[in-house]
């Protein structure tokens, strides 16, 4: 079965980047939708970032031109290249393999999450 392994969080400053990475084994990860969802102290999880089987994707409009998500097949690894962060994209980060859209219940495999804090 997938298993999704995260990478790449950390403490930036306000303005700074990050890249998480996704490390997805036990499937053609580039069969399937994939995506970045977030989920901030005291909230519920939202959709982020998504990537289908044909490459295209699909951001939530708070990243839209900050954020790009990308997969390499051949690396077996989905990337999320967070730019020009601000204090609000803080929280645990989660990648997820599922049927697609930035809905996160419409995914069934999780990662166990990283942890992005912007100040």
């Known amino acids: 079965h997938v298993q999704l392994v995260e990478s790449g969080g950390g403490s930036v400053q306000a303005g700074g980047s990050l890249r998480l990475s996704c490390a997805f084994s036990g499937g053609r990860g580039s069969r399937v939708c994939m995506g970045w969802f977030r989920q901030a102290p005291g909230k519920g999880r939202e959709g982020v970032a998504v990537i289908d089987s044909d490459d295209s994707t699909d951001y939530a409009d708070s990243v839209k031109g900050r954020f790009t998500i990308s997969r390499d097949s051949a690396k077996n690894t989905l990337y999320l290249e967070m730019n020009s962060l601000k204090p609000e994209d803080t929280g645990m980060y989660y990648c997820?393999?599922?049927?697609?859209?930035?809905?996160?219940?419409?995914?069934?495999?999780w990662g166990q999450g990283t942890q992005v804090t912007v100040s």
């Open positions: 997820a393999a599922g049927r697609g859209g930035l809905i996160p219940s419409v995914y069934d495999i």
